[in-house]
Structures are given as structure tokens and as C-alpha cells.
């Protein structure tokens, strides 16, 4: 199969966030099943200096965006069986940021979405498929049913459009996208392109695309209610027969503790001992209190209010009275770093928090925590989870998305769980399971040491979910072809 994905960051190259783990790795795994796997980025001048010198110039054209005519190199590299192409035009990309600040997202990925089409034929690679992620490349199926699909080239192409997280929708004036995006005025109603008196980029993928995925079974069925569906359940419930709900994996080898060569001491589920080397290791590192038996929580991870800080903004005294420790590690809003600074200080040696994206960081603290907590107000999948139970962590987590999918609450009775976990959205219900977790790694170590082991041994590959968009890019081929 020929499979082209379209997305706005991807590892090893670019990454604001779990998307881009998820790129990279499916493609990756697609590509070693045997399948023609291609990936277009945006060339960003934040991608490493590295990596921009092994790319090859390909060929370039001009795109038409309105009235502007603009430049598109197409650069490509390729990696572990993938060709990766990055669109270049310096005047959209060629900025110290991936996201945000210029005021003119719309038109950055317009042009990101119209380029990645126009560049196929020239490329001369005729994709079955091309799956498209998130927001910003959610122009792709809306462009590709509304201009492109009536020249052979494109006629065949099927769509796959996947939500990694709905709360970020890219909303802009009407006005200002169609000077841009060339669609014409009929296209702007309620059921097309229009959402609340503004244009959409994920509603017009959710609307025009073939198949919708997103990455939880329990996230597909919440996306069609009002709580979680970001005033899109209306649309997405039409669609429930087109959606599916696919769990992420992890990339099980960069996330290794037998072999990961970022921690002080490697382990595995039999050599559990060598946790506490990189608990000691961390504890150093972050200029926490070197005690071997206090409990660690760890939290990592975007610092939005998605991963629901404001529980832990609610209770953080009465958190941090128990005898405990606290590392934080994440970039993101400044409530929250504004929070953890001043923690620090108030708790210094027992709270720790860096703001910044250091993966060797994140590394030795999946290793050296005793408990992982993510108590998200929502939460697409969860990537975090998955790689602190692989290194023996525990979760504390709320039951939402793909942490219901991942996470199991220990169980008393029939001793089943791989961690602990509480239902609703209420910073003393967080507060109560975090004293439970407490109370076991006080008293029932061995109840613990179960659910390490558990989480070590567990299956988070990408081998079962990568099957299933197979199965899906299939059955969207053979219904294209009756
Ligand atoms: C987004 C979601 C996260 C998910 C990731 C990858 O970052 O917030 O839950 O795991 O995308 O799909």
C-alpha cells in the first residue's frame, strides 16, 4: 500500500507533543510491515541543524494561495524505511517557533496543506491512502474532495483524518482563511466549512474526510458527547459510523529500561533493584532530599490545563504534607510554572520542577519515580502513562480517554490493576487515591512491586494498533473500488 501522512511535527525531526511521537513511530512500524510509507512536514528552521544537512533538494513550485504566488522546495530525507518530505518556503517556516506567534496559522498551514497536494504529481507518488493528523493539515481531505478529486491523479485517493486532541481546532475569520484557501463562498454553511461564524481546519477535516480515527477507544466515545466534544459532538455523533477509536503505542525501543543508556542504572522487571539507583541518581540530580524510602511522584508532561494541574493547584499543600517527593518536568502555560516555581521554593527537596523538553531528563525520571500521576481533565490517549509503566512507575490517574484504556485501578478483592485510578473530575478524590497509592508503598510493598512488574510486563507496541489502520486503510480501498 501506498500511504502518505501529512502532519505539522514528527519525531525524530520536530516535536511540541505527543502527535509527533505518534507519526513517527506509526510510519516507522508501517514502513517495516512492507508498505510504500511517506511523511510531509513543514521545513521549520527548528529542526535540527543535523538533520537539515542530510536532506536533499528535490524540486520546487509554486503554489497559488489567493492572489499570493508562494515558493515551495520540496527537501527529503529518508529514515528507517520512511520518505519523509519537508515543504520549504522561508517566509512561513523559517521562524524560531513551530506554533503560534505571527497571527497567521491559517495561512502557514494552508499553504502547508495546499502544497502537500500540489506536490504529488510532481513527485510522481500516487498515494491509496493519505492520512492526515490533526487541526493543521485538516485542509488536506476538505481540498482534496472539493478541487483536486476530479483529475485522475487524485480520483482514487482515499482519506483517513485521525484527532489527537479536539480542544485544538484552529479557528479563524471566515474572511481571512478564504483570501487564503481559495474555496468559494457556497462552501462556508453550517454543514460544510462554517463553524459559530468562523472557519474550522478540523471541522473541514472531520467533515470531508473518508474514515476519522482518534486515539482511544474511550476518547471516540467521549468526542461524541457535549462534555468532551468541543462543540463538535453534533458533527462527530453524524459521523459515529465513520469513526473509530484506535489506542496509541509507545516506541517500545527508545523506551527501554533494560537498554536505555540515558538512565544510571539499567533494570527490568527481575532486576527491579536497579530502580533504586536512578532514584537516587534523579533525587541528586534535582537537588531533592537523597532518601531511599520516600515515595517519589513524577509528573512530565505539557503544562496545560488538559493534564489537570488545576487538581493539583486545589490540594498541593495538602499534598506535599504528606512525606513524599514531587518532580515536575514539562514547558506550557505560566499559571502553572508560575505554581511549581514558587513550590519549589516553599518545598525545597521535596518538590522539584524544570521547564523545559529534555528527553534524557524525561528519561531518568520514568526511571527513578515510584508513581507516575496524570490526573487529566482529558486525555486523546496519553503517551506518558504508557512509558512510565514500562519503567516500573506506577500510575495515578484519572479515569478519562486512554488512560481508562491503559490503566487499570488496583483491586482489593481480585487483585487485578496495573496502578490506581479515580473517576471524577475532584482535586480530593485525586487527593484520596494519591494517599492510597502512599499507603501501599508504605505498607504493602509487595502489592506495589506487583503492579511495577505488571506495567513492565505489559504490551504497549505499536504491532496490534498498526494492524488495525491496515485494516481500515483496506476496507476504505475496497469500498472505493465496488
Ligand atoms: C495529543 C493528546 C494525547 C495523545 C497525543 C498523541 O497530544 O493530548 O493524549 O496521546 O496527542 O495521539
Known amino acids: 500500500m501506498k500511504i502518505l501522512f501529512t502532519s505539522s511535527e514528527c519525531v525524530p525531526f520536530v516535536k511540541t507533543g505527543g502527535l509527533a511521537d505518534v507519526v513517527g513511530s506509526l510510519a516507522t512500524v508501517l514502513a517495516r510491515e512492507g508498505h510504500d510509507v511517506r511523511v510531509v512536514l513543514p521545513m521549520y528552521t527548528a529542526i535540527d541543524f543535523s538533520w537539515q544537512q542530510q536532506m536533499e533538494h528535490l524540486l520546487h513550485f509554486d503554489v497559488q494561495l489567493g492572489w499570493r504566488r508562494q515558493y515551495c522546495g520540496v527537501m527529503q530525507l529518508q529514515h528507517e524505511g520512511v520518505t519523509y518530505y519537508f515543504l520549504d518556503n522561508k517566509y512561513y517556516f523559517g521562524r ?21 497536494l500540489n506536490a504529488l504529481p510532481l513527485l510522481d507518488f500516487q498515494p491509496d491512502i493519505i492520512h492526515a493528523h490533526d487541526w493543521q493539515s485538516g485542509m488536506v481531505p476538505a481540498l482534496l474532495k472539493i478541487q483536486y478529486q476530479h483529475l485522475p491523479f487524485y480520483a482514487a485517493i482515499r482519506t483517513v483524518f485521525t484527532i489527537h486532541n479536539l480542544q485544538y481546532q484552529g479557528i479563524f475569520g471566515i474572511r481571512e482563511v478564504q483570501d487564503v484557501i481559495g474555496l468559494g463562498d457556497g462552501l462556508w454553511s453550517a454543514d460544510k466549512l462554517e463553524f459559530s461564524g468562523c472557519a474550522n481546519f478540523m471541522k473541514a477535516g472531520l467533515v470531508y474526510t473518508d474514515i476519522i480515527t482518534t486515539v482511544s477507544p474511550s476518547y471516540a466515545g467521549e468526542i461524541t458527547t457535549a462534555y468532551y466534544g468541543e462543540r463538535l459532538d453534533g458533527l462527530i455523533r453524524a459521523r459515529k459510523k465513520e469513526l473509530f477509536g484506535v489506542i496509541n503505542g509507545i516506541d517500545t525501543e527508545l523506551y527501554d529500561p533494560e537498554t536505555d543508556n540515558m538512565i ?53 499543600s495538602d499534598i506535599m504534607a504528606e512525606d513524599l517527593q514531587l518532580a515536575v518536568l514539562g514547558m ?44 487529566s481533565l482529558f486525555e486523546p490517549c496519553g503517551l506518558s502513562q504508557m512509558i512510565a509503566m514500562r519503567y516500573g512507575s506506577v500510575p495515578i490517574v484519572r479515569e478519562t480517554g486512554g488512560l481508562r484504556d491503559t490503566v487499570l485501578s488496583y483491586n482489593e478483592e481480585t487483585k487485578e490493576g ?19 497509592a502512599l499507603d501501599f508503598y508504605r505498607n504493602r510493598k509487595d502489592v506495589v512491586e506487583t503492579l511495577r512488574k505488571r506495567g513492565m ?14 485494516n481500515l486503510y483496506k476496507k476504505l480501498l475496497k469500498k472505493g473500488s465496488a
Not at 337 to 363: C, I, P, Q, V
Not at 421 to 436: E, G, K, T, Y
Not at 457 to 470: C, N, P
Request: charged share 25%.
Open 96 to 116: 524560531p517557533y513551530v506554533y503560534g506567534l505571527g497571527g497567521d496559522e491559517y495561512e502557514r498551514f494552508s499553504f502547508f496543506c495546499r502544497a502537500a
Open 264 to 316: 544510571a542504572q539499567t533494570y527490568t522487571a527481575d532486576t527491579l533493584g536497579g530502580k533504586a539507583k536512578n532514584k537516587k541518581a534523579l533525587q541528586k540530580e534535582l537537588a531533592l532530599e537523597e532518601k531511599a524510602d520516600v515515595p517519589l511522584l513524577a509528573m512530565i508532561g505539557r503544562l496545560t490545563n488538559q493534564k489537570g494541574l488545576d487538581l493539583v493547584d486545589c490540594v498541593l
Open 332 to 375: 506550557g502555560d505560566s499559571r502553572y510554572t508560575n505554581l511549581f516555581s514558587w513550590a519549589e521554593t516553599k518545598y525545597r527537596g521535596k518538590l522539584a520542577a524544570r521547564f523545559t523538553m529534555d528527553s534524557a531528563l524525561a528519561h531518568k525520571i520514568y526511571a527513578g519515580a515510584d508513581f507516575f500521576l496524570m490526573p
Open 418 to 436: 496495573n496502578g490506581f485510578s479515580f473517576r471524577d473530575f475532584n482535586a480530593h478524590d485525586m487527593l484520596s487515591v494519591i494517599r492510597r
Open 457 to 470: 510486563q505489559g504490551d504497549y507496541s505499536w504491532t496490534h494498533s498498526a494492524r488495525e489502520y491496515l
